[in-house]
């Protein structure tokens, strides 16, 4: 039983434009949201997180939204360069316990120049 | 200002051989964890360890499957009479406190022959 789920497996997407990456977890335990971007043969990197007590972090091109409620949340990129082209993984975790990130399974994002 | 150092990078080992997979965690990290990258998924958590303590091991499998993080030297993974399924890419990550960002390394790709 999948707790973090990424529907799109992968994305394509014109440079300069936005790329929507969406992820629905089923934990209402979660109230930290990391994503991580991976690029092949390396290691994930951090890339934002938000707290449950925000709806929304910005950082430069990178955008998080989070929708309690509907208990979904997604990263925005605007614009879309072709650097970053990578998979990215949401990856919640609760407080309460030992802050281990529970991964999706990733979406593979390709951004076309 | 090393990173997170994993090694080897590749490991190839036939069935029944015991595979060690080492990491050392970025200096002044006191904190590791292991996780596993099955093709086509996410990263699954396997263990969590803080200098000599496993704090955490609920992601691990309960036979074959060890791992250690002594006072000197790097965290080892050790899994013993390997299996075909056993092939995937293993990461380690490390952290100055349990809900600090994780840093990961780039793994090391297992594969069983």
């Known amino acids: 039983d999948q707790q973090v789920k990424q529907n799109s497996p992968s994305l394509s997407v014109q440079e300069g434009r936005i790329s929507i990456l969406n992820c629905d977890y089923t934990n209402s335990m979660f109230d930290y949201f990391l994503w991580y971007k991976k690029y092949p043969a390396e290691g994930p990197t951090f890339l934002i997180s938000i707290s449950s007590i925000k709806d929304k972090n910005e950082d430069g091109r990178f955008t998080v939204f989070l929708n309690k409620s509907a208990k979904h949340l997604s990263l925005h990129i605007v614009p879309s360069q072709p650097g970053d082209s990578a998979v990215y993984f949401c990856a919640p975790h609760a407080s309460g316990g030992s802050y281990i990130p529970t991964f999706g399974r990733g979406t593979s994002l390709i951004v076309h120049p | 200002n090393a990173g997170v150092m994993q090694n080897p990078r590749h490991l190839v080992r036939r069935r029944g051989q015991e595979a060690r997979l080492r990491c050392s965690p970025m200096k002044g990290h006191s904190h590791v964890y292991w996780y596993r990258q099955l093709p086509e998924e996410g990263l699954k958590f396997m263990v969590y360890l803080q200098k000599e303590n496993i704090i955490d091991e609920s992601g691990m499998p309960k036979e074959r499957f060890s791992a250690e993080f002594p006072k000197e030297g790097p965290s080892i993974l050790r899994i013993q009479q390997v299996v075909r399924g056993d092939s995937a890419a293993y990461f380690c990550?490390?952290?100055?406190?349990?809900?600090?960002?994780?840093?990961f390394g780039d793994g090391t790709r297992l594969s069983i022959l």
């Open positions: 990550a490390s952290s100055k406190g349990k809900n600090q960002p994780q840093h």
